[in-house]
């Protein structure tokens, strides 16, 4: 029998916990304040998981207290800012969904910058999980909607991460304003 693997395209609870996780995280965000995904993540831990998932709800919890601490510090307000702290934090299905979150509300350039930065992040994704394939035509729609709306991408390295959505790039670049250490 195969170890259990945390794989959140072909394993239910592996999706669960993801989703789970990534939509207590505006809360959080919001109260500046795990509790929120800490109740999910304790809700799952107490079943006794399989070493992967464990690691898994680990990494996010910590990955998320670093998020809040450098938020908090560096007072990044809007969506945007918020999800270029946790793209650095290599937090991209958060920064999935912090910005459908934003691009909900959104119209015209600014709703068609969040997809791309959306698709930008899904490459990412994909990638991890290896589906380079899927990834690959992510990064493509990227690249297109953020040239196509480039006078909306304020606040970041747009051309560091063309260049590295069109090179396929599978580290990404770093995006968060540099003069904010984190």
């Known amino acids: 029998m195969a170890s259990p693997r945390f794989e959140p395209f072909t394993d239910r609870l592996s ?21 929120p995904v800490r109740a999910v993540a304790d809700r799952y831990l107490r079943h006794n998981l399989p ?29 945007m800012a918020k999800a270029l702290v946790l793209w650095d934090l290599g937090l991209f299905f958060e920064v999935h969904e912090i910005l459908e979150h934003a ?4 119209h015209g350039a600014e709703k068609e910058m969040l997809q791309a930065m959306i698709r930008a992040a899904g ?5 991890e999980y290896g589906y380079f394939e899927a990834g690959k035509k992510m990064a493509g729609r990227a690249v297109a909607g953020l040239e196509k709306n480039r006078q909306a991408c304020t606040g970041f390295d747009l051309d560091s991460l063309l260049e590295s959505l069109r090179n396929l790039d599978p580290i990404p670049p770093k995006l968060f304003p540099p003069n904010l250490a984190h």
């Open 123 to 127: 490459f990412y994704i994909k990638r």
């Open 103 to 106: 691009w909900r509300g959104a």
């Open 51 to 79: 070493a992967p998932y464990a690691a898994y709800i680990e990494a996010r919890l910590a990955g998320y207290a670093k998020a809040l601490t450098i938020i908090a510090q560096t007072d990044a307000e809007n969506a």
């Open 15 to 35: 999706r669960d916990i993801r989703n789970e996780l990534s939509a207590a995280l505006p809360l959080a965000l919001a109260q500046n304040d795990l509790a």
